[in-house]
């Protein structure tokens, strides 16, 4: 019999953001849905990013981990990051969109209406655009030299 605590090795931000990409380049090649797999994308290009600044912030601020942290830490970084206030904000809003992208992944299964209030709320952006959301805050911190 197999066992189980395989299935959970350690990982990366890095890896998961890997895997994302990955996923997108050969979803040509995939039975599933573009509509599955570009949702898979989402919600792990946002999950990297959280994972990543988490464990950053732990490490060189005074940042805890603890419940509610899909909304206190990209509140942290707004009030209390590492960078000038323009940075930090750059990144909350960021962050913000990547969250609301994979919360529509996650928990919207249609479209909205365009005539709808709900699809006002929406955001759309192309996985490409992600992509570089991402790397752009990923870069950041990692380039961050005060720390």
């Known amino acids: 019999m197999k066992d189980i605590k395989q299935d959970f090795e350690d990982v990366s931000p890095k890896e998961i953001f890997d895997f994302a990409y990955e996923l997108n380049s050969i979803k040509e090649d995939l039975n599933s849905s573009n509509s599955t ?8 290009i946002y999950y990297a990013v959280f994972l ?13 981990s603890l419940r509610g942290e899909h909304k206190k830490l990209p509140n942290f970084i707004k009030i209390r990051g590492p960078f000038d206030n323009e940075k930090n904000n750059e990144i909350y809003e960021d962050l913000l969109l990547l969250k609301k992208l ?3 992944a996650d928990y919207r299964l249609t479209v909205p209406s365009k005539y709808s209030q ?3 709320k929406w955001k759309f952006t192309s ?4 992509f570089n959301i991402a790397k752009g805050i990923l870069h950041t911190f990692m380039d961050n030299k005060n720390v």
Do not use: D, G, M, P
């Not at 912030?57 to 805890?64: A, I, N, S, V, W």
């Not at 996985?127 to 992600?130: D, G, L, N, R």
């Open 102 to 104: 994979r919360h529509q």
């Open 118 to 120: 709900e699809y006002k």
């Open 52 to 64: 990543f600044l988490r464990e950053w912030l732990k490490k060189y601020t005074e940042y805890k």
């Open 37 to 44: 797999i570009n949702r898979t994308v989402y919600v792990k």
């Open 127 to 130: 996985i490409e655009s992600a």
